[in-house]
């Protein structure tokens, strides 16, 4: 869905030195060198992706717990970004975390900053057990933090913690709307229903996309006339949470049902006018539920309409 297109915080200097300010917390972790044994490093990345916060997590490595920086150049256990995500890569994540290892150099040393992205893909975990040096990172075991603290290898994260993190993933702590929002991303999962215009989405059937027949009324404008069949129809559709519309958007029927296109915004730009639809817009994403004659993009392009991405 759309969070995969984000790319990844590239930590600024400036970024840094306010982390070096601050305690270690939830998402902030120093640490003086890299981990001699991998699979503490593995148990951290584990425990701060799974952390419950709006913020990205940071291990920063070359201080110490209290903010003093020594630096890595002399670390003999020095990773390279390579040389993580091989190691993360086959270590049987259930999913793998985005991270990004970043050099600086400060106060005459070099600080490493392995970023690891706040994403809503929790709970992450192995699909197998891990054993290095009698260490073991148990498969299934969910890993976080509390405070400034990991969750031992032998333990847990608290079973509230584990729900939190299943209900981001499937965004159960949003509002409907922005539920909606998201699911309109994920077009494989609308199926429609009864042979007509109105789908429901299947994870979760009670978010439904209803055509308000009753509403349907001629439409024309210049776009509509460059179809064979020049007569358009303007449909209302309601998007539906239980009983309650969250929201309403227009499609035009063109070429007697051959094309149902999302009702674009009309511009003037140097006393031009000019046929807009933002391509992020729910409207569009609903207009690609509907089977369409050829490719909604190419048909919106043949006819004067400028998709905004």
């Not at 215009?197 to 059937?205: A, E, G, L, R, S």
């Amino acid at each position: 869905m759309d969070e995969n297109k984000k790319a990844l915080h590239m930590l600024k200097q400036s970024e840094l030195k306010q982390l070096l300010e601050e305690q270690e917390s939830d998402y902030l972790d120093f640490k003086q060198q890299f981990p001699e044994d991998n699979i503490d490093l593995i148990h951290d990345i584990l425990c701060m992706a799974n952390v419950i916060s709006e913020k990205d997590r940071y291990l920063i490595y070359g201080v110490t717990d209290d903010g003093v920086i020594v630096g890595i150049e002399n670390d003999p256990n020095k990773k390279t970004q390579a040389n993580i995500l091989d190691y993360v890569s086959q270590s049987n994540f259930n999913r793998i975390p985005r991270i990004r290892l970043q050099d600086f150099q400060l106060d005459g040393h070099v600080i490493a900053t392995l970023i690891i992205s706040n994403r809503r893909e929790k709970p992450y975990f192995l699909t197998k057990d891990k054993t290095h040096n009698k260490k073991t990172i148990r498969a299934g075991v969910v890993y976080s933090r509390l405070g400034d603290t990991n969750v031992p290898l032998k333990k847990s994260s608290t079973e509230s913690k584990i729900e939190h993190m299943w209900r981001e993933r499937f965004r159960l702590d949003l509002s409907p709307a922005e539920r909606l929002s998201y699911y309109l991303d994920d077009p494989e999962n609308w199926k429609k229903i009864d042979g007509v215009n109105n789908y429901h989405y299947v994870p979760f059937p009670e978010f439904q996309l209803i055509a308000s027949r009753e509403e349907q009324r001629p439409f024309k404008v210049e776009w509509t006339e460059k179809f064979p069949d020049k007569e358009a129809f303007r449909l209302e559709m309601d998007a539906i949470y239980h009983s309650t519309i969250l929201e309403r958007h227009t499609i035009i029927e063109c070429d007697g049902g051959r094309y149902y296109l999302p009702l674009p915004q009309l511009d003037v730009v140097n006393d031009v006018q000019k046929w807009r639809i933002d391509k992020n817009s729910p409207i569009y994403r609903i207009s690609r539920l509907f089977r369409q004659c050829q490719d909604l993009d190419e048909t919106m392009n043949s006819i004067g309409i400028v998709i905004i991405d």
